[in-house]
């Protein structure tokens, strides 16, 4: 949406980023460090390693949620913090984050209001994205009528419905069972390749980050580092059968060696070690 | 007295999944009928009881009177006499409604301060919930002193400190408690303050508003109630109750008795209805009919 200072640039930009979380107590936990990573302009780029690798961090990091402990992030040229601002992202979390007492179609007009867009444009946005993510029957339903796949694709259609020049998902499939998880990677597929958005990604699954990505960024943890880069070269656009693919079955085992060096325990299905970050619950958090 | 914290509103997160598709209005109609049911049947039984059975078991009449006796005082002190039951009912409801919007404001007040400052939160707080646990009717005699006995403002005032706290208690929960990722969602989008007030925390904590309004409803007649035992307008509620009493006529105090608890159930029933109106969603979560 905005207009980089180089439209041929990387749309992210993060060198040398380090977090380290001081508890109060002395313990001081090292999340990241010494990150360096450029996402080109309408790449898919996954984040995978093992519980504690800081991905969800880094990914947080990008998105402004919180502040790098040093180092720089450069969103299309601009801080993290001045992308937010300009309203670059789009977000989607493990949870869908929606709105019981707003309908599905509500919950999408939401960032739109308060960008403060016109009734007319808000309800044709959200009705568009609402049908690219196949709900276009469900406009009227509150989200607890909705499947936990669908309410997913809410959170998405919500997170596109104001065009980002960037998406960030954070395990947006973690809560999902395996057969909803690969229809909605095929959907994400297929909205990225119509909507042309640049999307970084965090996942526990080595299959899905395959899938999905142009490249894949494994991590490791305690501090959490890149440990290997993964350029995914499957033809697009990907299908069902891409899952069979020879090429995809060398890609999966090179990932899960990446993520075994770096120290990482494995299941069989090809989930990294570790349930999936618990899910985030209320938090009394200061208004002020 | 407990301020009954959101017992309802208090687990969004264990909201019971339902079918994508409506079509349970048309059954629900016919189970909340059917729900009703057992309930009536005792009642009616318990009528039938204490109208045949208590000269069974003869029970004296001024210990427990019969519904019948009830009945006839009921018709025979409606609105005229010295204890004329209406203008009584009346007075003491204006007490009550008049406290009930007092102290209602006054804790949704207090409830946007505690959420909004995290200092008048640390002061106010622990404040708030000491004073909860103070038997606020004590202070009856005081606020007759206060504000004069026959001035009604010394009852609604009872009903108003009565009503303050579970609505600021719960009101501040529902302000507070909103989910970490719909703060993060909205901190993506860049939205202010007022904006998250506006379109995340005042929805959130509609659910814990109606439940202290079911709660404080019931608080204010009991405030006004009691305000009106410790003296004030012969013609009140409360009045009519200790007088009765006091001349032996206790199908009289029974009938006042009843108008108190009709009124309650009035109100309380009014609130359920404006929930219903308000936020539609709030039931069709906890998987009410």
Known sequence: MTNAQDPN????????????FDRGDGVVTHALEGIDLEVARGEFVSLIGPSGCGKSTLLRIVGDLISPTSGTVLVSGKTAERARMDRDYGMVFQAPVLFDWRTVEDNVKLPLEILGLDSTTRTKRAREMLDLVELGDFLK????????????RV????????????????????????MTRERMNSEVLRIWERTATTILFVTHSIPEAVFLSSRVVVMSARPGRITKIVDVDLPRPRTEDSREAPLYFELVTEVREALRSGGAELDDSGTVGGAPSAERTMAEGSVG | MSVGLSPAASSPASKGRVGPRGGRAGRAGRQSLAAYLPAAIVLVAVFLL?????????????????PSAIAASLAANWSTGRFALVPAAVATLQEALLGLVIGTVA????AF??????TSRQFLLPIAIAANAIPIVAFAPLLNNWFGLLNPFSKAMMAAVLVFFPVMANVTRGLVQVELGSLELMRSYAASEWTILRKVRIPNA????????????????????????????????????????????????????????????????????????VIPWAAALRGDT
């Open chain 1, 155 to 178: 959170a998405i259609a919500r997170a596109l419905a104001f065009q980002p020049s960037i998406l960030l998902m954070d395990e947006p499939f973690g809560a999902l069972d395996e």
């Open chain 2, 50 to 66: 204490l109208e045949y059975g208590l000269s069974a078991l003869q029970i004296e009449s001024f210990l427990l009177p019969k």
């Open chain 2, 113 to 118: 301060a505690t959420a909004r400052w995290a």
């Open chain 2, 206 to 277: 509609l659910p814990f508003f109606f439940t202290a309004m079911k709660i404080a409803t019931t608080l204010s007649l009991i405030g006004a109630i009691v305000g009106d035992y410790f003296g004030g307008s012969l013609s009140s509620l409360g009045r009519r109750i200790v007088e009765s009493a006091a001349s032996l006529k206790f199908d009289v105090t029974w009938s006042a008795i009843l108008f108190g608890a009709v009124s309650g159930m009035v109100l309380y029933a009014l609130v359920v209805l404006a929930e219903r109106l």
């Open chain 1, 141 to 152: 339903h509150h989200p607890y009528q909705l499947s936990g796949g669908m309410q997913q």
């Open chain 1, 9 to 20: 640039g990387p749309v992210v930009r993060i060198a040398g980023v380090d977090k380290t």
């Open chain 2, 107 to 110: 804790g949704l007040l207090a």
